[in-house]
């Protein structure tokens, strides 16, 4: 249901809106103006043939009425003009004389405005006026002399308009009911237009995920023609075809860059063990040599552990690059892990642990070594006593909180925040002018590595009182000792 409620607030939901909305407009503009012409052409028809009847009535009967009218014969003149008028009033007025065909006859229905303009202007007028819900139209016109001046003597004629309304309403009331075929056959042309319109951009759209996923092979089918769509289709599909040449040249080049790095590093090996064997000897006669000799065989020494670490490290990343690492999983009391992590590598002192007995876990004890090392080795070099590594555990059986964190703060100045978006990038210095340091510059990246391999992460941070945070974070497996 969501689905479909979705699918109609698309672009098929509002396609067929604008055409319902198009079809209603059209059709209460048309209704509208067929309404007003129908009606003003039965009034006016109307409207003509009471002018004419009543202005032949009057000519024939004024010849015989004697001037000035007294009331029986004004009364005589008005029933004479109402004759053949059909259910039309005539009201004869002479002076302060008043005469009507029906003496019943609502007279108001004669405004002062029409009297005015009957007197002043001395030619017929007419006017539609609405009594008790009822139209009528009133013609109004002086009886002059045959020398062409006014005798006095007006009348006029009320019709009623209640046929003719009844017309008018007849027709709005047909147009009104073709309505609903109409919005039906409206909305049928709208599902259908839209279907048309929209299949080709259902089928971008189910292209552009495949995409997504990583199916760049995956094309679309040309619609017929030279619209819009088939242009936007083709474009697509060259697109497609250009973006997957160049992923297809960036992998083949990133391959090579990987079997580059992975050939050196190991090519490195044999000569690096030479040289380690020599500096081990060189610096362990140290003391026997001039100071300058001592000196340069510590610095061999020291450089070369450290291009040891660097080619150790380069070889890890290969295989991380490659997809060959795996993990070697076993429970472990992860306290006692990160203890021998600290005491293997000295820092037992110089660490703060908080490391709560009793917190299993199923995990690659030599990586998780490896990325706590590289995390407090980093704290040591960058940010300043006491350093803190502190574990933590959820409650087992909460989802929410079914992770295993293990917490490396410092109370260094912490990092700049252009800093914290790069910090596991691989050689990255956050100072530009410093060109070396002790540790490769691949530490955190490699740490980050190992906890995605557990399906992890690490997350970094400023704490509020100053110095940076590292957050180790691995799901909490239990009972899951397989290799993988």
Not at 250 to 276: G, I, N, W, Y
Not at 388 to 414: C, H, I, M, Y
Not at 471 to 477: D, E, G, H, S, V
């Amino acid at each position: 249901m969501t689905a479909k409620w979705k699918a109609w607030g698309g672009l098929r939901g509002r396609l067929v809106v604008a055409f319902v909305l198009v079809a209603v407009v059209s059709a209460v503009t048309a209704t509208g103006l067929a309404y007003r012409e129908s009606r003003n052409a039965v009034l006016e028809r109307k409207q003509d043939a009471v002018r004419t009847d009543f202005k032949n009535r009057v000519d024939q009967a004024a010849a015989d009425l004697a001037m000035p009218p007294d009331e029986v014969s004004l009364t005589r003149f008005a029933v004479g003009v109402a004759d053949g008028l059909g259910d039309t009033v005539v009201v004869a007025e002479y002076r302060t004389l008043t005469a009507s065909s029906d003496a019943s006859a609502d007279r108001t229905r004669i405004s002062g405005s029409l009297r005015d303009a009957v007197r002043t202007r001395n030619r017929m007028s007419l006017q539609r006026v609405d009594r008790h819900d009822s139209p009528y139209l009133v013609v109004g016109t002086p009886v002059t002399f045959d020398s062409g001046s006014p005798s006095g003597l007006d009348v006029y004629a009320i019709s009623s308009l209640r046929a003719e309304q009844d017309d008018t309403a007849g027709i709005l009331d047909a147009v009104r009911d073709g309505l609903l075929p109409v919005l039906l056959l409206t909305v049928a042309l709208a599902l259908l237009a839209a279907r048309t319109v929209l299949r080709p951009v259902r089928e971008l759209g189910r292209a552009t995920r495949r995409h997504a996923a990583g199916d760049l092979a995956s094309r679309v089918v040309v619609p017929r023609g030279r619209d819009e769509l088939a242009d936007l289709a083709r474009d697509f599909n060259r697109t497609a075809e250009a973006l997957e040449t160049s992923v297809a040249e960036l992998r083949e080049q990133e391959a090579k860059a990987r079997r580059f790095v992975a050939d050196v590093s190991h090519e490195l090996r044999t000569p690096l063990a030479a040289m380690t064997m020599v500096a081990t000897v060189l610096d362990e006669d140290a003391g026997q040599l001039p100071p300058d000799a001592a000196h340069a065989a510590r610095t061999v020494s020291a450089e070369t552990a450290r291009l040891s670490r660097l080619v150790d490290d380069l070889m890890e990343m290969s295989r991380f690059d490659s997809g060959a690492a795996r993990l070697n999983l076993g429970e472990v009391d992860l306290a006692e892990t990160v203890r021998n992590t600290l005491a293997l590598r000295g820092w037992t002192a110089r660490v703060r642990a908080e490391l709560p007995d009793g917190v299993r876990a199923v995990v690659d004890p030599r990586r998780v070594d490896v990325a706590v090392a590289n995390l407090v080795g980093n704290a040591l070099r960058h940010g300043a006593e006491p350093v803190t590594v502190t574990l933590a555990a959820g409650a087992e059986g909460v989802r929410e909180r079914d992770w295993v964190t293990v917490e490396v703060a410092d109370r260094g100045p912490g990092l700049a925040p252009d800093v914290l978006p790069h910090v596991f990038d691989r050689f990255y210095k956050a100072d530009s002018a410093r060109t070396r340091s002790e540790g490769s510059g691949l530490g955190t990246a490699i740490a980050l590595e190992n906890a995605r391999l557990h399906g992890g992460t690490i997350e970094v941070a400023n704490r509020p009182d100053g110095g940076a945070v590292f957050t180790l974070r691995l799901p909490w497996r239990h009972g899951e000792g397989a290799e993988r």
